[in-house]
């Protein structure tokens, strides 16, 4: 198997000498984190045999968060204590884009704009699920933050797993949403866009962020029944 290490060592200088000027500190450090993992220059494991008493040093890991290597083991798992959370209901996915305009605003501010990205897709999925005739109540979700597209872009995006299925806290009611057969339906994708953008505007403006608006901003919204 090909280490990741091995391939940034090989390219890493040609890459810094591309791109330096628009890495970010997270970026430096993920890249440094990555190229010891499980190499001679990390840190060093004693490991023992419990019958031969054969000792040998194993490499550390680097444990990064965006490491493919040392996550791999820890998708699964991930995934198990989340299907172990299912509700009875029908699952939807949702992915909620940040528009284009803010793009160059959520590079330099990337903690501000992502936080307000996570709380605002959450803020305007419990609004339409409180006005909903059927739900009227609280909903769950799982929320996953996506920083670049599949060809690698930066294209800041929320994707939420939502079941169609709320809890009236104050009547203690549990309210499912049912649909057709041939057509799922959840929320109106465009009236969902429409409060995620100004909600996002309103959050923007807040952190004390100047920006200009267009009237041809977009917010691309995409919902999908989950299988």
Same mark, same amino acid.
């Given at each position: 198997?090909?280490? /990741? ?10 890459? =810094?000498?591309?791109? +330096?000027?628009?890495? /970010?500190?997270?970026?430096? @450090?993920? /890249? ?51 299907? %172990?959370?299912?509700?009875? *209901?029908?699952?939807?996915? !949702? ?16 903690? +501000? ?11 305007? !999925?419990?609004? &339409?699920?409180?006005?909903? %005739? ?9 929320? $996953? ?6 060809? =690698? ?7 939420? $797993? ?14 499912? %949403? %049912? ?14 866009? @429409? ?5 996002? /505007? ?8 100047? &920006? ?5 901003? *977009?917010?691309? =919204?995409?919902? *999908?029944? &989950?299988?």
């Amino acid at each position: 198997m090909t280490l /990741l290490s091995s391939i940034i060592t090989l390219f890493e200088t040609t890459f =810094l000498a591309q791109y +330096k000027d628009r890495l /970010l500190p997270s970026h430096k @450090k993920a /890249l440094g984190a990555m190229k010891v993992c499980r190499t001679r220059h990390s840190l060093l494991m004693l490991a023992r045999c419990g019958e031969c008493d054969e000792q040998v040093f194993v490499p550390h890991s680097c444990g990064h968060r965006n490491c493919p290597h040392c996550q791999a083991h820890e998708s699964p798992q991930w995934l198990e204590r989340q299907l %172990k959370k299912q509700v009875p *209901g029908e699952y939807f996915l !949702l992915t909620f884009t940040l528009p284009a305009q803010f793009r160059p605003l959520a590079w330099v501010h990337q903690r +501000k704009i992502y936080d307000a990205m996570i709380k605002v897709s959450w803020e305007t !999925l419990s609004t &339409f699920s409180q006005n909903d %005739k059927q739900l009227q109540g609280t909903p769950g979700a799982i929320a $996953v933050l996506h920083t670049h597209a599949r060809n =690698l872009d930066f294209h800041p995006h929320v994707h939420v $797993v939502m079941p169609a299925a709320a809890i009236d806290k104050t009547n203690n009611l549990w309210r499912s %949403k %049912k649909s057709g057969k041939n057509t799922p339906y959840l929320f109106s994708h465009t009236a969902l866009a @429409k409060v995620f953008r100004a909600k996002m /505007l309103v959050a923007i403006t807040q952190e004390g962020f100047a &920006f200009t608006t267009s009237r041809k901003m *977009g917010c691309g =919204l995409h919902i *999908g029944r &989950f299988r």
